[in-house]
């Protein structure tokens, strides 16, 4: 059975303060993995990732991808409390769907 | 329209009740998905469109759900006979591509079975 896990499942902070998110995945057929922000009910993407050790980078947010160890991270660098979310990560399958399949996400509270 | 769109953003409903939840797509975005996030979950696929067909109806999780679409654009999830469980939120996605990865989610229709 296809299977994403996020660690932690939550996570408190302090404004400033750096954190990594996990996700690892066990699917058939893997075709790429990527990363949304939830911060009420829609999530929105942030990254998606194809090749093994290419950093994507947005602003404080970075992502890498390891097809070796089936596994990525999620770098928040600098915290705010807009960072405030559920953060998913997902696996699509080579399916010609474009089905998903997601963690449960990690949420993160960043403190003032 | 600029986004996805869904309705009803909030539904109570009483057990034993039928529900129809709507989803109205980016102006052409051919493919269209339904996904399922029960509290603390992380989102359950439940179906795709590409059209008005359905290739991928493997998540629906009872006959109890069935969804179609009509013209390409607008869904519809109907739950027949509501039970306490079906109480989540029902998002829909639509993508210009498919199996590109890169959906935009609507903001979801909160079910409350009671």
């Known amino acids: 059975e296809d299977k994403v896990v996020q660690s932690p499942l939550s996570l408190v902070v302090h404004e400033g303060d750096t954190v990594t998110l996990n996700c690892s995945y066990e699917v058939t057929n893997f075709r790429s993995l990527l990363w949304y922000k939830q911060e009420k009910k829609a999530p929105t993407f942030l990254f998606m990732l194809t090749s093994s050790g290419i950093e994507k980078k947005s602003g404080r947010l970075s992502s890498i991808l390891d097809k070796k160890e089936l596994f990525s991270i999620l770098n928040i660098t600098a915290t705010q409390t807009g960072d405030s979310a559920v953060y998913l990560c997902?696996?699509?399958?080579?399916?010609?769907?474009?089905?998903?399949?997601f963690g449960q996400g990690t949420t993160l509270q960043v403190k003032p | 329209g600029a986004g996805v769109s869904q309705s009803p953003s909030n539904k109570v409903t009483e057990k034993g009740k039928d529900v129809e939840l709507r989803c109205d797509p980016i102006?052409?975005?051919?493919?269209l998905y339904w996904y399922r996030q029960s509290l603390g979950q992380g989102l359950e696929f439940l179906i795709y469109?590409?059209?008005?067909?359905?290739?991928?109806k493997s998540g629906l999780p009872s006959d109890r759900f069935s969804a179609e679409r009509t013209g390409g654009s607008v869904s519809t999830l109907t739950i027949q006979r509501t039970q306490q469980e079906d109480s989540a939120v029902y998002l829909c996605?639509?993508?210009?591509?498919?199996?590109?990865?890169?959906?935009?989610f609507g903001s979801g229709t909160r079910l409350t079975v009671v």
């Open positions: 102006s052409g975005h051919t493919a």
């Open positions: 469109f590409q059209g008005n067909s359905a290739p991928d």
């Open positions: 997902a696996v699509l399958l080579s399916s010609n769907t474009g089905k998903l399949i």
């Open positions: 996605a639509s993508s210009l591509v498919v199996d590109s990865g890169g959906y935009t």
